[in-house]
């Protein structure tokens, strides 16, 4: 019989299934308990939800989610939540953990009654929290995503507690960055304690992402001449520093007058309308809706650049993509993503918080088809040996059997 593991993640997510789908794929028996409302996902065995952190609120959970327990149908509270995105984000940290010891009975009865064989909480707020409780002699293994020890664990004292309680629990630890794994020692990871770093979705399906169709410039009205820079983070206040992206761009433009700058996810964000109009690049800049994986990867293809101004991250899956497509990346200097960039080689490295600095990369990207070339080849180089899926599911693989009969 296939070792039984317990994943606690957000089941919404795309790196969430794509784990599921990896381990699928290692014929691990999957089971998921999910800190959002959502579907279950296909060839879970096991399902729940537990929505921890006020998840019930957010503006990404659909009103017609299914659920097994917790769930209700969206409220004045919800719309209010939305209306104040990203001011009150903050309340997460000061709520979110006293959410987490509400559901620990809960949870601790649910993995007594599942009786898996190990249980992978995928990041750390608040799943890693959630999953600390796990009941002693079942194998806990923590890991994070992004900013999980950079970010989120600074951002309250209960933060900061729980943090430490779950990596203190945790038999084992996975990340999508080496500096994680360092870090993850220094909040209470216990020496000797097996660690992996892999890619945050588990390793990349090459052949998907190449063959990938499906982005239309013509249904956002995008022309399809011109020099295409791919923003693709969304709204993430305290990580991303979109303000400064939206700032750069007029001085980009001067340059480069025939650039367009396109933003999946920010259709309808009022504060991205708001950045548009303040700087008067309405004519260049597109604010798209979430697109499906497909597109997306379809939208790297015939872009020539990937901007991320980011100061606090992991490994961006987005990143790994646009670099598996022959878009150049052009990132913030900060260690994690050092792990990928080599400044002025396969790509380059701003003051993420300075918009000359981005402005002035983005351009110097522009101008030089030949460092574009040569760093679209080197990277589809490095993402093949590093992260593509047949290098890293055999990793995947033998952590977990350290911690298996």
């Known amino acids: 019989m296939s070792a039984h593991i317990l994943l606690v993640a957000d089941g919404r997510s795309p790196t969430a299934l794509s784990w599921i789908a990896h381990l699928q794929a290692l014929k691990y028996r999957v089971g998921l308990v999910s800190t959002f409302p959502c579907p279950q996902p296909e060839g879970v065995q096991d399902f729940y939800i537990l929505p921890v952190a006020l998840s019930r609120l957010s503006r990404s959970v659909p009103a017609s989610a299914p659920s097994k327990n917790h769930l209700s149908s969206p409220s004045r509270i919800r719309t209010v939540i939305r209306r104040f995105t990203p001011a009150l984000q903050s309340l997460r940290y000061w709520v979110g953990p006293l959410t987490v010891l509400r559901f620990a009975w809960a949870y601790r009865r649910l993995v007594q009654a599942l009786k898996p064989d190990l249980v992978h909480a995928l990041r750390i707020p608040f799943e890693g929290m959630l999953g600390s409780y796990t009941p002693g002699g079942i194998p806990f293994l923590a890991a994070t995503w992004g900013n999980d020890l950079t970010l989120h664990a600074q951002g309250s004292p209960l933060m900061r507690t729980f943090t ?7 038999d084992g630890f996975s990340a999508d960055t080496h500096r994680d794994v ?11 304690a097996p660690t992996l770093a892999v890619p945050g979705a588990g390793g990349l ?6 063959g990938a169709e499906g982005f239309d410039p ?3 009205n995008i022309p399809a001449v ?4 791919v923003n693709p983070r969304g709204l993430r206040p305290g990580s991303v520093h979109q303000d400064v992206f939206f700032a750069a761009i007029p001085a980009i433009l001067a340059a480069h007058p025939e650039a367009h700058f396109i933003c999946p996810g920010l259709a309808g964000v009022t504060q991205a309308d708001n950045w548009v109009a303040q700087f008067d690049i309405g004519a260049n800049t597109h604010l798209l ?11 790297y ?15 961006p899956n987005s990143l790994l993509e646009a670099m598996a497509c022959g878009c150049f990346p052009v990132v913030g200097a900060i260690e994690s993503l050092q792990e990928w960039i080599e400044d002025g080689v396969n790509g380059l490295l701003i003051d993420p918080r300075n918009p000359h600095s981005l402005a002035a990369a983005v351009r110097r990207a522009l101008d030089s088809h030949d460092l574009r070339q040569r760093a679209a080849s080197h990277n589809l180089g490095t993402v093949r040996q590093r992260a593509a899926q047949e290098v890293t599911r055999p990793l995947i693989d033998a952590f977990y059997q ?3 009969p």
């Open 289 to 299: 809706p979430k697109l499906p994986q497909p597109a997306l990867w379809s939208l």
């Open 402 to 404: 350290q911690f298996l």
């Open 218 to 220: 013509t249904s956002y």
């Open 164 to 170: 430490k309680r779950c990596l203190n629990r945790a």
């Open 301 to 315: 293809q015939q872009a020539q650049l990937y901007v991320s101004p980011s100061s606090h991250d992991g490994t």
């Open 226 to 229: 011109g020099a295409w820079v």
């Open 205 to 210: 399906d090459l052949d998907a992402i190449q």
């Open 182 to 192: 360092r870090l993850a020692a220094e909040w209470g990871l216990a020496p000797g």
